[in-house]
């Protein structure tokens, strides 16, 4: 299948996330990790234009959920190396978080990626800049060509639109 004007890669990520969640979880060994990751897939694909046409894109999604899943790894190897605490007991209770919260969690994460779909083009792409890929304002600004005044409006009503959803879906925030 070939790139065109109706292909989205967020959502195809939405359409194949349970096989690429667990795809993930075979690789991270973790649930939570697993799903961070697949968090983190989705933000990326959101605000990335491919530079290329994607002739199969259910392969390109496992490529960059691959290579996402090693990066976490990666990421907590190297974390885990510089946490050095003597005295530490052999058995730590576990982080990984109950199977209610990775349900509430994956909730939550359905309900803000629709509400990020539902924003205007011009606010979605300010809040995906601002959130996802941590520019500044003033770097918004300059990269949209627009006023940082226009920027701070659209990230507020990004935001708003969110809690409204999360609230109106009976979500604490």
Known sequence: MSKSASFSLPASVEI??????AFILRKVGCPAM???????MWVRLAIQE?????????????????NLAVDRLRQESSRAKLIVIEGMPETVPSAVPEADQILAGREEFEILCAS???????????FLLYRAEELTMRQIAMRLDISEKTVEKHIAK???H????????GRRV
């Open 16 to 21: 194949h996330y349970d096989e690429l969640k």
């Open 34 to 40: 697993a799903a961070d990751v697949m968090q983190d």
């Open 50 to 66: 491919p530079h290329e046409q994607i002739h199969n894109p259910r392969a390109y999604l496992y490529r960059v959920a691959a």
């Open 116 to 126: 990020i779909r539902d924003l205007p083009e011009k606010c979605r792409r300010v």
């Open 158 to 160: 990004a935001m708003l």
């Open 162 to 169: 969110c809690r409204a959803r999360l609230r109106a879906a």
